[in-house]
């Protein structure tokens, strides 16, 4: 099995135990028996597929293309398991593979904007809110996610990574192979745009 | 009154500064109102990005998925093995044609024109005794094509699922844009 070079901000696991406190197997368990029966390998799609369509989506702006670009990040992550140093964490090294991807596709020409309304797909709460509300949420929604989709491509995958996937600077620069000072200024220079372009009233 | 920097700002919303760095931060927006603004301008829009919603797909999602995964028994084969198992049988090919055209042209005929160019011309109108070669060179190519076409079967790539879109969900309560 060959190695995967530890990025920095990879934090090492101890593989001794390879299961969370729930008893649930934990991921890079899933990952290494994924070698050996691809059913295993379910598991672990089903833990990650909403967020790294959500990701995709976030970043194409595009949920037909969000859907395809995530089929083929779960793809290629099974196909380069056997490069998956299982003393590392699973999570960004698939965060790595969707990531990439997203940015190549929209450094490609392949992009297109149309297909359904991706919010329809949305499974919301019942917060008993009144419709009025409801609506305005939506809008505010509608605005950020326009407002996500003009940032330069480097900008919107770290704002995407910090504030809806909850990653920390660190995971932010192994997942993105960038030193911590450049995903502090792409952050900055990326909640600045869009503080200009939703809420600016200083000006 | 020296204001913090707009970066210092976000990095106290974040809470990556030090503490003495954050007690100054502190300080400072209890008495400037514009800092304090920009302050909660920025939790503003954290907040809203925050509370943007994670699409959820579809549960068939991830069985779809593996089932493209699971090996069917032409895929068992891994990529190297199926490369050997290519190059195997374009040998047998390749050794099946040249016996067959060497048992033909050894075979005597009666034609004075013994080679390939007197095979074809016999191909092309000969009496019954000379149309049996005939028969036998029709019979390599087919079984030669019929090679090529098995290898080429062979090296297929994998077959990649389809794009498919997600179907909404019948239970959300939003309307369209």
Redesign the interface.
């Known amino acids: 099995m060959r190695n995967f070079a530890a990025a920095p901000g990879v934090q090492a696991i101890d593989t001794s135990s390879l299961e969370d406190a729930a008893g649930e197997p934990s991921d890079e368990s899933l990952a290494i028996q994924s070698l050996l029966q691809?059913?295993t390998?379910?598991?672990l799609?089903?833990r990650y597929?909403?967020?790294i369509?959500?990701l995709a989506?976030?970043m194409t702006g595009d949920?037909?293309e969000?859907?395809?670009l995530?089929?083929e990040a779960?793809?290629r992550c099974?196909a380069a398991l056997p490069s998956f140093n299982p003393t590392l964490r699973f999570a960004p090294w698939l965060y790595r593979i969707a990531t990439n991807l997203c940015i190549n596709f929209l450094q490609s020409s392949r992009v297109r904007r149309g297909?359904?309304?991706?919010?329809?797909?949305?499974?919301?709460p019942?917060r008993g809110k009144q419709p009025d509300s409801?609506?305005e949420?939506?809008e505010?929604?509608?605005r950020?996610?326009a407002a996500i989709l003009n940032l330069p491509t480097k900008y919107r995958a770290v704002?995407i990574l910090r504030?809806?996937q909850?990653k920390t600077?660190e995971e932010i620069a192994a997942i993105l192979c960038l030193p911590l000072n450049t995903v502090?200024t792409h952050?900055?220079r990326a909640?600045?745009l869009?503080?200009r372009r939703?809420?600016?009233t200083?000006r | 009154m020296t204001h913090p920097e707009?970066?210092c700002l976000?990095?106290y919303l974040?809470q990556?500064l030090s503490d003495p760095e954050r007690m100054a931060v502190d300080r400072h927006l209890g008495a400037c109102a514009a800092c304090a603004?920009?302050v909660e301008?920025?939790r503003?829009?954290?907040t809203?990005?925050?509370?943007?919603?994670?699409?959820?797909?579809p549960d068939t999602?991830?069985?779809e998925?593996?089932e493209?995964?699971?090996?069917s028994p032409r895929l068992a084969v891994d990529p190297a093995g199926r490369k050997l198992l290519v190059q195997a049988a374009l040998c047998v090919v390749i050794l099946l044609t040249c016996g067959l055209l060497l048992l033909i042209i050894d075979t005597p005929v009666t034609d004075p024109s013994n080679d390939i160019l007197g095979l074809i011309d016999i191909m092309l109108g000969s009496p019954f005794q000379e149309r049996a070669s005939a028969v036998a060179v029709l019979a390599v190519m087919v079984l030669a094509g019929g090679g090529v076409l098995v290898c080429l079967l062979a090296a297929t790539p994998r077959i990649?699922?389809q794009?498919?879109?997600?179907a909404?969900?019948p239970?959300?309560?939003?309307?369209?844009?």
């Not at chain 1, 309304?117 to 949305?122: G, H, N, Q, S, T």
């Not at chain 2, 809203?48 to 797909?57: C, Q």
């Not at chain 2, 794009?163 to 997600?166: A, Q």
């Open positions: 691809a059913e390998f379910e598991e799609v089903r597929q909403n967020r369509y959500s989506y976030r949920n037909v969000a859907y395809d995530a089929q779960f793809l099974y297909g359904a309304d991706p919010e329809l797909a949305l499974q919301m019942d409801l609506l949420e939506k505010q929604r509608q950020i996610h704002v504030h809806m909850d600077y502090r952050l900055f909640r600045e869009l503080r939703l809420y600016d200083e | 707009l970066e976000q990095l974040d990556r603004g920009r301008n920025l503003r829009l954290v809203g990005l925050t509370a943007m919603n994670e699409l959820v797909l999602f991830a069985s998925l593996t493209e995964l699971a090996p990649r699922p794009r498919r879109v997600p909404p969900s239970t959300h309560s939003d309307p369209p844009r």
